[in-house]
């Protein structure tokens, strides 16, 4: 078993729609989370940093993590035809060291 | 005016080469990365340094060898290449190694080895 488990996708929305976008863990020493967004072709870019549990809004973008349940979430309301990547989710348990998911391909329809 | 760059963007060549990839960053940062991601698109950290000093080496083979000849650059050099090799090789910087700090990615060098 992977320690950080993602639905590769794709995911395909229409434009406008609220997308949600997972990750699963077995580690339960992680207590660092991130979501980074691919383009085709391009380095990943940070998109949201939460620490340990709860919820993290930023603009369009929430990151919650449920530590119990080893469960973290992403969620893009009003999603654009320009939010079509890759999201990767990442974590740490010492702080120096990211874990990655495969990614989950998103399709946004115009 | 690019934060991380890496050359080559591609690197086409016969198994058993030695070959090299630079990065360089001029976002003033004092972490530097080597990841490598696979065709699954897993990302996978090898190695990590801080101020010019290795402070993550994951288990990779001894054929990859990092050199940081200073705080802004961190080069890869890959002896007798193999058909696993091939993948895209992100080089990503940080101000400080603690994950919290946004690491800034290059564009990656797509390594495809014949």
């Known amino acids: 078993q992977k320690e950080v488990e993602q639905d590769p996708g794709p995911l395909s929305v229409p434009e406008g729609a609220i997308v949600s976008l997972n990750c699963t863990y077995s580690n339960s020493a992680f207590q660092y989370f991130m979501w980074y967004r691919q383009y085709s072709r391009k380095g990943p870019e940070l998109l949201m940093y939460t620490y340990s549990s709860g919820n993290k809004e930023d603009g369009r973008f929430t990151a919650q993590v449920d530590k119990s349940s080893k469960y973290i979430s992403l969620f893009i309301r009003d999603s654009q035809p320009s939010d079509s990547a890759t999201y990767l989710c990442a974590m740490s348990a010492s702080g120096n060291k990211l874990v990655f998911g495969a990614g989950t391909i998103l399709r946004v329809k115009s | 005016d690019t934060a991380v760059s890496q050359t080559p963007k591609y690197l086409v060549t016969q198994m058993g080469n030695d070959k090299s990839i630079k990065c360089e960053q001029n976002l003033g940062h004092d972490t530097m990365y080597w990841y490598k991601q696979d065709s699954k698109k897993f990302l996978k950290i090898m190695f990590s340094?801080?101020?010019?000093?290795?402070?993550i080496n994951e288990t990779v083979p001894n054929r990859f060898s990092p050199k940081s000849p200073d705080k802004a650059h961190l080069n890869l050099h890959i002896n007798s290449l193999e058909l696993g090799d091939s993948a895209v090789y992100f080089c990503?910087?940080?101000?400080?190694?603690?994950?919290?700090?946004?690491?800034?990615f290059g564009d990656g060098t797509r390594l495809s080895i014949l």
């Open positions: 990503a910087s940080s101000q400080g190694s603690q994950v919290h700090q946004p690491q800034h």
């Open positions: 340094y801080n101020n010019k000093e290795l402070i």
